[in-house]
């Protein structure tokens, strides 16, 4: 099991500082968000504060939770991404799903799709941008949404053969969880709820991820070898309580916890780097 924190709340040097000492003390990856306008808090940009992040770490992996790619365009995406994987030295990793209707970034702009179903689209049609931008080479794309023709991102990523993308997957929903097999992990979430799933729902979840990357590979499609279940949520504050929870995931199939505060009232920044610094339940 590898653990991950999210810096939820604090100054733009707040979460830099956040990113440095999860570090040190022992975290295997550091993740932001990605919003526009979601209530009066402080909200960066996360390709921003991630290129920050990159420079003053070293071995903490980077991303956000998530990266709606709806409501981004494919190609910048690539590029910014492409940056961050540089100047991490192939650290950063992309968790990637639909978002939420209430940001202000979709609900309050003209122009953005609207509907689960578009969102849905736009973002199957990004990853499928993403993973061409990938190669290098010149590559053209003709979708519903996007109209790409002989377009180039170079240089390579460091990650061969390409950034990892990490889907969110609505447990119990047959396409949500489909699209998150053929890349190389899962976001776990519960469809229309805040709460984690509890341990048998994750088994479940992976039992049915891996059934059907072995159905996609007996048909020929190219899914990569190793694939993580990501599972996010609040430990319990008890040391004990929190290794026995993480443990039982573990069993499940959950390859990562990220630990995930969006409680304003509770996740000062000084909580946050406070529970930072007490390091992962291992």
């Known amino acids: 099991m590898r653990f991950g924190f999210v810096g939820s709340y604090g100054t733009v040097h707040e979460v830099v500082r956040m990113a440095q000492e999860a570090e040190a003390h022992g975290w295997d990856g550091f993740f932001t968000w990605d919003g526009i306008s979601i209530g009066p808090v402080d909200t960066w940009d996360p390709w921003t504060l991630l290129g920050a992040v990159a420079t003053r770490t070293s071995t903490i992996r980077l991303g956000a939770m998530i990266f709606p790619l709806a409501r981004r365009r494919p190609w910048k995406v690539a590029r910014e991404a492409l940056t961050v994987d540089h100047l991490s030295g192939g650290r950063l990793v992309l968790p990637v799903g639909l978002g939420v209707s209430l940001d202000g970034g979709f609900g309050k702009v003209n122009g953005e799709a609207q509907t689960n179903r578009e969102r849905a689209e736009r973002l199957d049609e990004a990853l499928a941008i993403l993973e061409h931008a990938a190669t290098g080479e010149p590559f053209s794309h003709h979708g519903t949404h996007y109209q790409v023709e002989d377009l180039v991102i170079a240089p390579r990523p460091v990650q061969q053969p390409r950034i990892p993308v990490w889907p969110v997957a609505a447990v119990g929903y047959p396409r949500s969880m489909g699209r998150a097999a053929r890349w190389d992990g899962a976001v776990l979430q519960l469809s229309g709820t805040e709460d984690e799933p509890a341990a048998a729902e994750v088994a479940r979840a992976a039992a049915w991820l891996r059934h059907r990357r072995d159905e996609l590979r007996a048909q020929g499609e190219a899914v990569p070898g190793t694939f993580d279940v990501v599972q996010?949520?609040?430990?319990?504050?008890?040391?004990?309580?929190?290794?026995?929870?993480?443990?039982?995931?573990?069993?499940?199939?959950?390859?990562?916890?990220?630990?995930?505060?969006?409680?304003?009232a509770t996740a000062t920044p000084e909580a946050l780097l406070a529970a930072i610094r007490q390091g992962p339940p291992r």
């Open 232 to 264: 996010h949520g609040v430990l319990p504050t008890d040391p004990g309580a929190a290794r026995a929870h993480v443990a039982e995931l573990e069993e499940a199939g959950a390859t990562w916890w990220v630990e995930s505060r969006w409680d304003a």
